[in-house]
């Protein structure tokens, strides 16, 4: 049975080798907490909160992410796949996600600002309208993702087939073109 906990803010706590009380989190704040390699499945968030975290490698199954914010977090590793994305919603805010997988999400209007996305599966995710400000994509996969109306323009490193995705009104930059371009092997000058 799991406990409904609201209005709770966690500060420096580890759970690391002991796990989060299962429980629906609702309006709480966890900062600077440690869950990395930790148990955090089948537990439910809902408009909370993640400041400067380390959730990498943490066991994600069957987790619930609604209206969640992450800011200063690093979350390598994390299998987001994985997750109940029944009514999935989060942000992120300078935060490390490499070798982070979103195979098959639907995340429509997903932001990612300021963060390193390297090496991160985005295989069939839906990313309408997503926007990736001032991120690092380098080794990104891209593959049939729906990237339409998305804005990458000040995005980097990516490298993006447009026969192999969706990306019909999307935002790029200029110097973004050879990312769209690598396949073909070209010298952009």
Do not use: W
């Not at 982070?100 to 839906?126: A, H, P, R, W």
Request: hydrophobic fraction near 35%; proline fraction near 1%; include cysteine.
């Amino acid at each position: 049975m799991s406990s409904f906990i609201a209005d709770q803010t966690f500060k420096g706590k580890t759970y690391t080798q002991k796990r989060l009380p299962r429980g629906e989190y609702e309006n709480c704040i966890f900062e600077g907490c440690d869950f990395s390699n930790g148990l955090l499945d089948n537990q439910n968030f809902m408009e909370c909160e993640f400041i400067d975290c380390n959730l990498s490698n943490s066991n994600l199954k069957h987790t619930t992410f609604k209206e969640i914010a992450f800011s200063h977090c690093k979350m390598v590793g994390l299998r987001f796949d994985e997750c109940n994305d029944f009514l999935m919603d989060f942000r992120f805010f300078d935060c490390t996600l490499d070798y982070s997988s979103f195979y098959g999400l639907t995340l429509k209007k997903q932001k990612f600002v300021n963060c390193k996305l390297i090496k991160v599966d985005f295989t069939e995710t839906e990313l309408n309208e997503a926007l990736f400000e001032k991120c690092n994509l380098n080794a990104a996969i891209f593959d049939r993702t729906n990237l339409q109306n998305a804005n990458l323009v000040t995005a980097q490193n990516f490298t993006i087939d447009p026969s192999k995705n969706k990306i019909t009104k999307a935002k790029f930059s200029k110097d973004g073109l050879d990312g769209l371009l690598r396949k073909f092997d070209i010298v952009i000058i």
